[in-house]
């Protein structure tokens, strides 16, 4: 999802909303204790359809668009440093990131500032670049970026200026380190002593931001705030809670998309020692018991006859059938540039390829867990989520209650990929809850998660370019067909038809071309649900352009690397890349027979990011990853051991997607149940990732799924030079490879 940093708001408006802001800011200190300074984001900017549509079909009110606080940062009367984060830390790192932001500019280290979790509030917590409450699509760094500098930086000018006030001194003349203000006759003060002043002092109207080269935190390789808890076991998900009186549920839903439930018999699963309920829902059935083992054990007592609907003989070829027709109809036009139809029907050469996406499975290490209290007048929810204010309005919405009185304690997400965008599983638990006294937990089986996920679309691409003398493209037409993940969530397009994020990528390619036009054919799937996966649109897209591009380059016979060089002429921070990964792979190096490299690069969530991979052919089928060269300009960096290692995690995951992942449906049901027919790489597979990090003062990039858009062409283009064979439908070992 794009964003314009132009706001909307008017000079009279922008006084009106600081005026609210400063009296909002004497309010949250007063309630929050301490120092409070809210991070103050703009005005809601719209230029992306999805974020609009997201937050107006979602949300049902207006909140978001006035625009949030976005995070608050306090200072207590201890001098304690606490971030009240809008963003949930799901591995990515970007807690600590965040901590940074706010550590270099109100002068206090690292260890001093500690995070917790928003609560569930659009009106102060809404992402300006999702433009709703919410975690995802590589925008928290971005989104926080200037923001919670602010925040640190006017929290720092208070606190100085209550100390001058005290020694009555100028206070440009103070300076401000590790908590501490020192006065210009060598008086010290440290900030809690000076914390109840700084409370009643004005707002400041100006904040003068640090300049890159003066930053101390940002940009130096800092230790993970979460990583201590995480490795001595003492941190808590929601898997690991427990609150007085819980027992534990989980349930079996059936296994087609739309099918009910038609009659249980319980009486063998009643009989299990430590069951307490069972519970009957439209398409379910969820066991209540003292814990998780018997939960599942009972779940495998029942009995039960499902309606399968009319989704019961549905499978993984139909859908794919209907993806590839859709292909081939005219769509709804998303991008026109010049002419392509002349520019194809007067081009000398011509090119063209179709490409095909499988659905994916998101399948987290940490299932759908959610604990859940309903009561006649409120209702507790402890669970990771990506959306809180969204999961908050579907429980108001169900239970009849006000969104005041539910209330949504976010936690520690083990995994989620773009999962936990949704809620349906967080319904199912008030559902369950509303049946019963007591607290309960839900807890789904790993095989109830795989096989009732939300999957990423099925996608086929078809593309046909128009080349020059030189076999050199001109311009390319791009039909993209597969199911909308825009429209499953907030129930529509716009009239133009063009799902905004199924086109990203495609609309604005990385390459100069005189011709485009990009057509968007929706299909949507019958048998299983959609949703946004790690990389979304923009690794769709990737996948088919780099393909596309490399082949275009075998074609004109001009070695992959240099085509891609040549036509990177608008795009210098990509050139550069392209020269880090030639220099870092060896790029021109003979290989052995057998050998190949591959690569891939890419413009996606504000920075950029190029690929190499090497890998070697053991037979006509074994494949050894070798290596991976991977070289990212994301702008400045707030830290680059989570730069690196959201590079490495993510140009994994996306080998293991693009080597191993598929899901199929036969007879309307998700075949893959675990991670025995669903592979991950495994230690043995996994190649060595060597991440160079860019020196830049652009403004900062996502990182969190840049990697894992590049890994599919980056693999598909070795194995090409390896061995002479084009994949254009992944996964890999749908064709016979297999890791060595």
């Not at 609009?52 to 949300?59: K, T």
């Not at 937990?441 to 009732?452: A, F, G, Y």
């Not at 830290?639 to 693009?658: D, M, R, Y």
Request: with cysteine; proline share 5%.
């Amino acid at each position: 999802m794009k964003t314009s940093s132009m706001s909307n708001a008017t000079p009279d408006a922008d006084n009106d909303l600081n005026t609210e802001r400063r009296r909002f800011l004497k309010r949250s200190s007063l309630l929050l204790g301490g120092l409070a300074i809210s991070t103050w984001l703009p005005p809601m900017t719209r230029n992306s359809f999805a974020s609009e549509a997201i937050s107006g079909a979602q949300l049902g009110d207006n909140s978001a668009q006035k625009g949030g606080y976005g995070a608050f940062v306090r200072v207590g009367t201890d001098g304690k440093v606490t971030l009240i984060s809008s963003k949930i830390e799901m591995g990515q790192g970007v807690q600590t990131g965040m901590a940074m932001m706010v550590a270099e500019e109100l002068e206090v280290p690292l260890k001093d500032v500690s995070v917790v979790e928003a609560p569930a509030n659009a009106a102060l917590y809404t992402d300006p670049l999702l433009q709703f409450q919410a975690t995802g699509g590589s925008t928290s760094t971005r989104a926080t970026w200037e923001p919670l500098r602010k925040a640190g930086a006017t929290a720092r000018m208070l606190l100085t200026q209550a100390a001058a006030n005290r020694w009555n001194v100028d206070a440009t003349l103070c300076t401000a380190k590790a908590g501490t203000i020192s006065g210009p006759e060598g008086q010290t003060v440290n900030y809690a002593e000076v914390v109840e002043d700084a409370i009643e002092l004005p707002i400041p109207t100006e904040v003068t931001l640090k300049s890159p080269e003066s930053f101390t935190l940002i940009g130096t390789p800092a230790q993970r705030l979460d990583t201590p808890a995480k490795v001595n076991g003492s941190a808590k998900f929601t898997i690991d809670l427990s609150v007085p009186n819980m027992l534990i549920a989980s349930t079996i839903t059936c296994p087609v998309l739309g099918g009910k439930v038609k009659q249980v018999d319980a009486s063998k699963a009643r009989a299990i020692k430590g069951v307490e309920d069972i519970i009957t829902l439209p398409n379910a059935v969820a066991v209540t018991a003292t814990n998780t083992w018997t939960c599942f054990k009972a779940i495998k007592a029942l009995d039960i006859e499902w309606d399968l609907g009319d989704n019961a003989s549905v499978n993984s070829e139909e859908e794919a059938n209907a993806v590839r027709e859709a292909s081939r109809q005219q769509g709804a036009v998303a991008k026109t540039v010049g002419d392509i139809d002349t520019a194809l029907k007067e081009a000398p050469h011509t090119f063209e390829a179709s490409y095909e996406q499988p659905f994916l499975s998101h399948s987290p290490l940490e299932p759908m867990t959610c604990v859940a209290h309903v009561r006649q007048d409120s209702c507790d929810l402890w669970v990771g989520t990506q959306v809180p204010d969204f999961a908050q309005k579907a429980a108001a919405k169900l239970t009849g209650l006000a969104p005041d009185n539910i209330a949504v304690h976010n936690q520690l997400i083990g995994g989620a990929f773009g999962r936990r965008l949704e809620y349906d599983f967080i319904i199912q638990a008030v559902q369950i809850a509303q049946h019963v006294n007591y607290p309960i937990k839900l807890t789904w089986s790993r095989e109830e998660d795989m096989t009732h996920d939300l999957y990423r679309p099925h996608y086929v691409d078809h593309i046909q370019a128009a080349l020059d003398d030189n076999l050199e493209p001109t311009g390319w037409r791009q039909h993209i067909a597969g199911a909308s993940v825009l429209a499953s969530y907030v129930g529509s397009l716009p009239e133009s038809g063009v799902d905004g994020d199924a086109v990203e990528v495609a609309i604005d390619p990385i390459y100069a071309l005189s011709d485009l036009e990009v057509q968007y054919n929706r299909q949507d799937a019958k048998s299983v649900n959609i949703s946004w996966w790690r990389g979304v649109g923009p690794l769709r897209s990737t996948f088919v352009q780099e393909s596309f591009i490399d082949e275009l380059a075998y074609h004109a016979n001009v070695d992959p690397l240099t085509f891609r060089y040549d036509r990177l002429k608008e795009h210098p921070r990509a050139q550069a890349l392209l020269k880090v990964v030639e220099k870092a792979s060896d790029w021109h190096s003979a290989l052995p027979e057998g050998h190949g490299r591959g690569v891939a690069i890419s413009h996606v969530f504000g920075g950029y990011v190029a690929t190499v991979i090497e890998l070697a052919m053991q037979g006509e089928l074994g494949v050894k990853i070798k290596r991976v060269i991977s070289a990212v300009d994301c702008g400045i960096v707030t830290n680059p051991t989570s730069v690196s290692a959201q590079i490495e995690g993510g140009t994994l995951f996306g080998i293991s997607a693009a080597f191993f992942n598929e899901i199929h449906i036969e007879n309307g049901a998700v075949q893959q149940k675990n991670y025995d027919t669903y592979r991950q790489l495994r230690i043995t597979d996994a190649p060595s990732v060597e991440v160079h990090i860019t020196k830049s003062a652009e403004q900062p990039g996502g990182v969190g799924e840049a990697g894992t858009s590049l890994a599919a062409p980056a693999l598909v283009n070795a194995l090409y030079a390896a061995s002479g064979k084009r994949i254009r439908r992944i996964p890999l070992n749908r064709h016979g490879y297999f890791t060595v």
